[in-house]
Nanobody, 123 residues
């Protein structure tokens, strides 16, 4: 069964850091691009980062310079290191597997989704 599960969310003060993990099972993670997305309390969904099977990373402007995506195929896990967190980063964070080669950061390019993990940065 193809599955993704996020972990590592929580409550963090402004300026703090968190590392999210996206652990895959049921497929060979090394063959797939993985994206990170978030849904804000205002119900806005945003693609924030993507890493290809070859390790090429993309970041949305809203997180560039603060977030770092990486992957450890041996552990079937993709990470999202988040630093300098702001109240505007409060959201449920999801990871998802691309549908195929050439995936952008558009949610429509992604199939299997994890259940999400909550990140809260109080104002």
């Amino acid at each position: 069964q193809v599955r993704l599960v996020e972990s590592g969310g929580g409550l963090v003060q402004p300026g703090g850091s968190l590392r999210l993990s996206c652990t895959a099972s049921g497929f060979d993670l090394s063959l797939w691009a993985i994206g990170w997305f978030r849904r804000t309390p205002e119900n806005e969904r945003e693609g924030i980062s993507r890493i290809t099977s070859g390790g090429s990373a993309y970041y949305a402007d809203s997180v560039k310079g603060r977030f770092t995506i990486s992957r450890d195929n041996a552990k079937s896990t993709v990470y999202l290191e988040m630093k300098s967190l702001k109240p505007g980063d409060t959201a449920v964070y999801y990871c998802a597997r691309s549908k195929g080669v050439g995936a952008t950061i558009a949610p429509a390019d992604y199939g299997c989704w994890g259940p999400g993990t909550q990140v809260t940065v109080p104002s």
